[in-house]
């Protein structure tokens, strides 16, 4: 007989954890190395697997495999949710204290959740605990030690999940998770863990005193789990031998202390008060053999304070006379709390070594994202800057014909700078390039859409679904809304959707600029012979050669062309600027639980950009002060010039082939921008249409296994009772077919004969002679009065002995355990050994009909022929 109570485990069911795990860390982290996890995965899959195969053994190995098992949850926790929306694993586990039944089986619960996962292994871990604890070898110290020990934990671990699980599962637990369950099962490992202390004083011989407080406190830890095991809603959760078990421990116990403490008494001279408590004692062991019933283990106990108690009267009447003082003038007992619970701390395992070190928690992994956006955005506003005033520069030169109208004094060839120009265009592919760039972003606008629209499809779909099942089923529904579900996927969608919209306005912008300079562009892309012939000419006006105001010019064209350059160099520092972030952000969560991202994040940016963001202030203060004396020196050029007009036209033609140059150059840098947006928005929405294919495959899978629930359900629901029939279908005795339908309205009114009642039970006749076979009973004249003939009944021998009374009365509930002392309610038998007489031979009241179906009138059987009716027709019965 087991010493100590041990929690069952909960059984589970093999998933895979590979696959789902590997598509997420290949969706979410994708510059991690696929050997960095491929391994891990691996060993993550060989781990769950070893330990459901594992926790069958009763030994400290199996317990290393679930800690094992524990921290590898724990750990990735922050790396990889594993919940509903996200990495959908569903975790299938059963309630450990469900009675399994041939109609309904054992309940389950199956959530898609790690938390559930780990919430389930730590029940399973604090279970195997308080069975290896229970195997120890309690004769020696050092199985004593470790059940102690174990027993602490495993009361820890239940204080634990009685605490988070709740929050954890976010849904009704089944009943062996519940909080008043776990906190059952923690108040009981702590008894037991006292009760170890308890056995180690004792086997130890310590001092009387302390063992008494030791075993005082000892019961009252078991009267605490006493009282939540006979809880109303708990109580058909447990095996039948706890309740006694713990309620007889608790009694006994308060013995022991008693016992020690009139052990003390007699050391020191107190006589009477030693008898009191050793009859207190008696009484209290007593009570505990009453409750515990086939449980009780405290006999070698029970006999020593019984012994003790006689000798301690046959010492007293002879020797010391000393007063029995009343019980209630007794001083209470003290109390030593050794045993406490262990607090749950993780790692459980030591040397424990996390599978994914190298990939970092999800949150990092985030907020690194949230950092490298915000840097983008710091970067393209500096950049954008930059640009604007460039493209504001340009825009000015172009319409003041600088530097064109510079180089072109003469009228007679084309100027150099466009000539630079054009060979610059004609190297960036000239307008064919141009043209075909702008004939793709449709394609790739109308790809992205295409699998965006796939998406909402089976989003909706989906939803469609579901709905229309609830509405059929409504409460036998259970599972988690879609509208709810799918929220966070259909506000990504709805992000990508607006950042499509904002770049078909954006195209739109690069198509009307793209036919607003064409001509230019295409003329630019030809020869300089073709440039040169299609551009006006004009007179040539060789006396503002080597004027002041034109030597004032070219050196600010000069200048302009040194802030360009320094331009460039500034968007390349903008642009390549790095920094990492993760360990700060790690070690930020390491030491704090939690990362203050946007005040790290504003730090950084600060610390890399901040000179940057001087130097770009900086160009475009300089760009000010050059576009003021361009103005200023162009004006007295426009002025030396006036007095020759035919170079108009020229004038303008260059003017437009400039800001056509312009235009090209930022709209092929648009182009290019645009197209790698594309390719890289549909990078991203074929991982988020894969992250949908999932869901709803999984949602799918989910439906069918609780329509096949559902339809088990309804198929195994008892069918209602038919109806009773109606009166005139009720037949007749003495009824017999008309002959003649002509008959019917002169032969009398037949009046209903009421139907014999039903044949009695057995009555306690005298029995019958061993070896005799009874009469049937001759059969009745009248059907009216007829009874089926009964085989004599057994007679019981005349006895004054009183009916057994059923101890827990008719409520068929039980009664609280009765004071210490008081014997229970068992019925009281003759003395010597009772026999019920034994059954005439031949007699089988069950032979003598049977019972018929639901709604269907039957005959009765009989076993003989003699016993059949005098006719052939019995009265229905209405079963």
Not at 473 to 480: G, P
């Amino acid at each position: 007989m087991a010493t100590y109570l041990a929690v069952p485990l909960k059984k589970t069911w093999d998933v895979d954890l590979v696959k789902p795990l590997q598509t997420f860390i290949a969706n979410t982290f994708s510059e991690a190395n696929p050997e960095d996890y491929k391994h891990g995965l691996a060993e993550f899959q060989k781990l769950r697997s070893s330990m459901i195969i594992k926790s069958a053994d009763k030994h400290e190995s199996a317990l290393e495999v679930l800690y094992r098992y524990h921290d590898q949850l724990h750990a990735i926790e922050a790396k990889f949710p594993i919940e509903e929306n996200q990495i959908r694993i569903n975790f299938k586990w059963q309630n450990t204290f469900d009675k399994e039944s041939f109609f309904t089986g054992k309940r389950t619960m199956t959530i898609a959740s790690g938390r559930y996962e780990k919430v389930c292994v730590l029940f399973n871990t604090a279970a195997l605990q308080s069975q290896i604890a229970e195997s120890q070898n309690l004769k020696s110290d050092d199985g004593l030690k470790l059940a102690a020990r174990l027993f602490q934990l495993s009361s820890g671990i239940f204080t634990h999940l009685k605490e988070t699980v709740m929050s954890a599962i976010r849904q009704e637990p089944t009943p062996d998770l519940q909080p008043e369950t776990l906190s059952t099962l923690s108040a009981m490992m702590l008894a037991q863990a006292q009760d170890c202390f308890c056995r180690k004083a004792m086997a130890d011989k310590m001092k009387a005193a302390n063992i008494a407080k030791l075993c005082m406190q000892c019961s009252d830890y078991y009267a605490d789990a006493m009282k939540l095991l006979q809880l109303e809603t708990l109580r058909p959760l447990w095996p039948k031998e706890w309740i006694s078990s713990v309620a007889g421990k608790q009694a006994a116990y308060h013995a022991l202390s008693e016992y020690y403490e009139a052990l003390k008494c007699k050391d020191e001279k107190e006589f009477g008060e030693e008898i009191a408590r050793l009859q207190y004692a008696r009484e209290l062991m007593q009570a505990s053999e009453t409750r515990s019933g086939l449980y009780f283990i405290f006999a070698a106990d029970a006999s020593r304070i019984k012994r003790s108690l006689a000798e301690a009267v046959k010492d007293n009447d002879f020797i010391y006379h000393a007063m029995v003082p009343e019980r209630s003038a007794l001083s209470p007992i003290g109390k030593f709390p050794v045993a406490k619970l262990l607090p749950y701390s993780p790692p459980l395992s030591s040397g424990f070594k996390d599978l994914f070190e190298k990939i970092m928690p999800l949150s990092v992994h985030q907020a690194l994202r949230g950092f490298e956006n915000n840097k983008a955005a710091v970067v393209n506003t500096e950049v954008g800057r930059l640009r604007e005033a460039t493209e504001l520069l340009n825009s000015i030169l172009t319409s003041l014909n600088l530097p064109a109208a510079l180089e072109d004094l003469g009228g007679a060839t084309v100027p150099q700078s466009l000539l630079e120009k054009a060979d610059q265009i004609r190297q960036l592919g000239g307008l064919r390039s141009l043209r075909e760039k702008m004939d793709n972003l449709p394609d790739l606008l109308v790809r992205n859409k295409e699998i965006l629209d796939e998406a909402d499809r089976m989003l909706n779909e989906e939803e469609s679904s579901d709905r229309q099942l609830r509405e059929q089923f409504k409460a036998q529904w259970t599972r988690t809304p879609s509208t709810n579900l799918t929220a966070p996927i259909r506000s990504e969608a709805e992000k990508y959707r607006t950042i499509l919209n904002n770049a078909m306005a954006a195209d739109k912008v690069i198509k009307q600029r793209f036919n607003e300079h064409v001509a230019g562009y295409e003329l630019l892309s030809q020869s300089n012979a073709d440039i040169e012939r299609a551009l006006p000419s004009s007179s040539p006006i060789a006396s503002l050669k080597g004027s002041p105001v034109v030597q004032q010019l070219t050196q600010l064209m000069e200048e302009v062309e040194t802030i360009k350059a320094e331009r460039e160099v500034i968007e390349s520092e903008l642009k390549e600027a790095t920094s990492d972030l993760s360990a700060k952000f790690l070690r930020a969560l390491a030491e704090d639980g939690a990362m203050d991202e946007d005040k790290l994040t504003s730090q950084e940016l600060d610390r890399i950009y901040a000179p940057l963001r001087e130097q770009v202030s900086g160009s475009l203060l300089r760009q000010e002060q050059i576009v003021s004396q361009i103005q200023s020196a162009n004006n007295d050029f426009t002025q030396a010039r006036s007095q020759n007009q035919s170079g108009a036209t020229r004038e303008q033609k260059l003017k437009d082939l400039a800001a056509a140059f312009d235009s090209f150059v930022t709209l092929k840098n648009n182009l290019d921008e645009g197209t790698k947006f594309y390719n890289d928005l549909t990078e991203l929405l074929v991982k988020f249409q894969s992250k949908v294919s999932d869901l709803c495959f999984a949602r799918r899978t989910e439906k069918e296994e609780l329509m096949k629930d559902l339809q088990n359900t309804i198929a195994q629901r008892p069918a209602a009772a038919p109806p009773t029939a109606p009166s005139y279908q009720q037949p007749t005795a003495a009824s017999t077919p008309a002959t003649s339908t002509s008959e019917a309205p002169t032969a009398p009114p037949r009046t209903k004969k009421a139907p014999p009642r039903r044949p009695p039970p057995p009555s306690k006749a005298a029995r019958a002679p061993t070896g005799s076979t009874p009469s049937p009973t001759p059969a009745a004249s009248a059907p009216s009065t007829y009874a089926p003939p009964q085989a004599p009944p057994p007679t019981a021998p005349q006895s004054t002995m009183p009916q057994p009374q059923s101890v827990y009365g008719s409520s068929q509930q039980p009664l609280p355990y009765p004071a210490y002392g008081a014997a229970m309610p068992y019925p009281v038998y003759p003395p010597g050994n009772y026999a019920p007489p034994p059954m005439p031979q031949g007699y089988n009241p069950y032979a003598q009909y049977s019972y018929p179906q639901a709604g269907q009138p039957q005959m009765p059987q009989y076993s003989t022929p003699q016993q059949q009716p005098p006719y052939q027709q019995y009265p229905q019965q209405h079963w």
